[in-house]
Structure formats: structure tokens, C-alpha cells
């Protein structure tokens, strides 16, 4: 074993008191909170992106697949099914699920008001399972292959703001040539808390879309593509690329609504933030930790000195030592970290505002590469900087330090 190595595992399990005990504790203390800071700001920010983005990629999708001649209005042109297209989502290649989708702008009048709506037309082939988990009343509509239905899945703002409930029939007037209105029946009141979403669409069999405008049950809007890794989205763009024709466009969902993850993506500056202040705070203990410890240990460095020890074994002695108290450090906020996120995801003892937030409560995402990352850097960039005050072990004189024992 080596002499400094030696010593400084002694001097780590030394029982004796004194004020660099304190200081030590304190050290250790600073480095497991900004630890568990640093670790759950990151869980934290990761399953907040994860959560919304799948939130609305599980009404929108997560790629579309519509006529590259489409403008940026609700009156869009058709594209026909095609087989290469179906057959190359159908063979997955890491795609999930594919639904035809169809959209109209039409107004909802009553009474005494009126408000703009967007017509989503689906059909029997749609994956209804994540509005199933946001009905608040009513049920979802049963859409048949041949029978054309009437039935209207609303969002729950609409619903309030016009004083509809299940049951209530709907009249929708629709701005064409000529003008027509279509009567519906409300069957399900759904409540996604996406603003953007819940204020504006409303779910019909995609066949009354399809006699709206006139198209044959060969055309519609466009494609609706599930993907199973989202962090994959840009390479399963690319693929399907290859397979659409020149009359096609493929947009992601992070195009389609590009404020809202551009906002996530700021999320990374804020956590970029709190990770240099927390390793501010590490750092600055430990290096007030390592200083009291050799001046408290001047006599010992001294001694040393005198039998011969060089400064640079000296050196090693004292970052030995700072290594104890950061790998302690390390654990603990490890430990705490785990703890809280596990807590966090079994309990959501913290809540949020789904209305502003879009979750109900904190989301919490661990990943063991986040945990690599952290922990070897805060380990490595607190050593190499405790190298520039262990170099004071130089200026400490043997015959000084001895003469006042």
C-alpha cells in the first residue's frame, strides 16, 4: 500500500475531535445536496419534456403524413392511400401504428353564441386509448367501416364555453360553396388540459369530412404515424422518406408546433444553470474543507517533511482525503436522490396546475446515464481544482511548523 494512501485512509478514520470534523461533515453535507440537486433537476426537467411530448404526441401523433401542396389553413387537399406507404409502417421499423385522419373548420352557432371549431374525422382504425383516459363524461364514438355516424367527441372547454353536455345535439355550419351545417350529438366530453388542443378540435367519423368536401373513401387529409422511441423521430423521418412519394410531406410533431418545443428545449438552459451553481457550491466547500485541513495539520506536514516525505506524496495525502469526503458526498446524494424521485413517482406529493403545466404533478425520469455523468464529473472537476490549494503543502516550512508543536 502507498505511504500517502496509508495515511490518509488513517486520518479519515480518526476519532479524535477537532473543528475540521465540523468542516468535513459540512463538506460532505454540500456535496450530497448538490448532488441530489444536480440529479433531480435533471430527472426532473427530462420527465417533464418526456410527459408533454407524448401528451400531445398521443393526440397528434408524432410524424404527419400529408400533400406537400398543403397550406397553412384548415381546407387542405387531399392525399389517396398508398400501399408502399402502409405496408412499410405495418412492417414497424421501429413505427408503431399508423390512423388515417381528415380535418375541416366549421363554426358552432346556438342561441346566443357562436365559436370557430376544427373537425377531426377519424375512423374505425383510430387509437382512441388515450382519449378513453381523458373522458370526463359520455363515451367514445362508435365509428363503423360502412354506416355513416353522427356522433361528436367535444373537449371540455368547448363544452363549458357553450353550455353543451352529453346528449346535447350540435349544429355546425360549414363555409363553403355552397354553405352547409351538419347536425351532431355529443357522445363523450374529453379533457386533454392542452389548451391549444381542447379549445380547438372536436372527433367525427372522418366520412363526414370525406361527404363534406366531396373526396371518395379514398382520400383524406393525410397519415397519422406512431413511432416507439421518440428520441428517434428525426432517423424515422428520414426513413420514411424514402418510401413516400414526391407528393407527400412529412412533418414532425415537433414542427407542427414548434413554440411549444422550442419552450421545452429552454428547459435545458435553466438545468444547465442549476448544474454549474450546484457544483459551484461543492466546490467552494470542498476547497475550504482541504484548507482547514492542512493548516490544522501543519505540524503533521512538517514531521513529514523532516523524515523525508516530498511534497508531491504530501500533495496525494490531503486529495486522498478529499476523495473520502467527495465519494461520500457522492453516495449520500445518490441515495437522497433516488429516494425523493422514487417518493416523487409513487406519491406525486408535488402537484402542478395541469391547466398551466399540462402534467398534475412533478414527473421524475432517472436515467443510469445521468447518474454516470454527474458523479464522475463531479468527482473529476473537484479534484483537479482541489489541486491548486493542496499546493500550499509546499510553502508549509519543516522548522517552522515543528518549532511551534
Known sequence: MQLSYFISKRLSQSKQTSFSKLIVRIATLAVAISVTVMLLAIAISRGYKQQVSQKLS??????????????QSYQSLPIECNADVEQFINAKNGFKHFQKYAIKAGIIKTENDFQGIVLKGVDAQFDFTYLKNSLIAGNIPKLDTVKLSNQILLSSSLAQKLGFKVGDGIFVYFIQDPPRVRKFNIVGIFDTNLGEIDDLYALVDIKQIQKLNGWSNNLFTGYEVFVNNFDSLESKVNLLATVTPYTMGITPINLVYPDLFNWLNMLDVNVMIILILMAAVAIINMVTALLILIVERSNMIGMLKALGLNNLNII?????????????????????????????????FIKLSEKDYYVSAVPVS????????????CFAICLVLLLLPANIVSKISPVKSIRFD
Open 316 to 348: 496525494k495525502i490531503f486529495l486522498n482525503l478529499a476523495a473520502f469526503i467527495i465519494i461520500r458526498g457522492l453516495l449520500l446524494g445518490n441515495a437522497l436522490a433516488i429516494g425523493l424521485g422514487f417518493l416523487q413517482q409513487q406519491f406525486n
Open 366 to 377: 432517472f436515467q443510469a446515464f445521468d447518474f454516470i455523468l454527474v458523479n464522475v464529473s
Open 58 to 71: 398521443n393526440f397528434q401523433s408524432h410524424i404527419l403524413i400529408n400533400n406537400l401542396d398543403q397550406n
